[in-house]
């Protein structure tokens, strides 16, 4: 299933079911994002009921920080003093706790109000326009050249980390021998990385980046089904005009040569 995402008065996207529910978990993404999939009438926030009987487990909206203010200080009057003594006793009292106060509001942080999020009647309907096929399509043609990148990048990891194994050590060679050359390394790095794809070998070095190549191989189905369902297939191979020239002429000639036949017959 392909999510689309609106956060800062812009679309995000497509993500995968498992992607939106795990950035919910880790506390990344809020529950109160409107988001969206094909066959939705509407966009709705992810703590909705449409989005929970998908499986989307949400946990409750993040609380705004209330602004904080400091208490008022209330003036006191200083009573006339009887004799000179006690006077002299509440003035200095008086000092102390003024200046008491003032150290106390000088420690308080003036805590600044968050801007307030847009309403939803503030969005336009563009805002909830789902994307185009030419946007569509340009976007797979992005992501195939990242993924295409993927095989050099592993590859790369590989010899850093200097991750061995068995299954590997052929292409291992090669990247040696690219590296006393000088010459071919782009090349030999990535039949090292394709050799680990291949093999199907994990290691905590290579984590990060065989996820994000898997993201990226979810989010490159994702967008071909949603292409075929609008109609992709027929748009990106349709028949070359060529084709249809010859099929053309050849009807010409068997119509031509079926008239003919029947002349010379009769």
């Excluded at 185009?132 to 992501?143: A, C, P, V």
């Amino acid at each position: 299933m392909q999510i689309y995402l609106h956060q800062n008065n812009q679309q995000t996207g497509p993500f995968t079911l498992p992607r939106i529910s795990a950035r919910l978990v880790s506390g990344d993404l809020d529950s109160a994002t409107l988001a969206w999939h094909e066959g939705l009438d509407n966009w709705y926030p992810l703590n909705h009921e449409k989005w929970q009987a998908l499986g989307v487990v949400a946990p409750p909206p993040k609380e705004k920080v209330p602004v904080q203010q400091s208490a008022p200080v209330e003036e006191t009057k200083e009573e006339e003093p009887i004799f000179d003594s006690v006077s002299k006793e509440l003035t200095d009292e008086g000092d102390s706790i003024d200046q008491s106060t003032e150290e106390l509001s000088e420690s308080v942080p003036i805590v600044e109000e968050e801007p307030a999020s847009p309403s939803f009647a503030s969005y336009s309907e563009e805002d909830f326009k789902p994307p185009s096929f030419e946007e569509m399509e340009k976007q797979m043609i992005e992501l195939r050249e990242k993924r295409l990148g993927f095989p050099e990048a592993i590859g790369r990891r590989a010899q850093e980390i200097n991750f061995r194994d068995e299954e590997i050590e052929d292409a291992w060679g090669v990247v040696e021998k690219a590296l006393e050359s000088a010459k071919g390394e782009e090349k030999a790095f990535a039949s090292l990385g394709q050799a680990i794809l291949s093999a199907g070998l994990n290691d905590p070095g290579l984590d990060e980046l065989r996820d994000e190549e898997r993201d990226v191989a979810d989010r490159m189905l994702n967008l071909q089904m949603q292409l075929r369902r609008m109609g992709g297939a027929k748009q990106i191979k349709g028949p070359a005009p060529w084709k249809k020239w010859v099929i053309l002429g050849l009807t010409v000639l068997f119509i031509g040569g079926t008239v003919v036949g029947v002349l010379i017959a009769s």
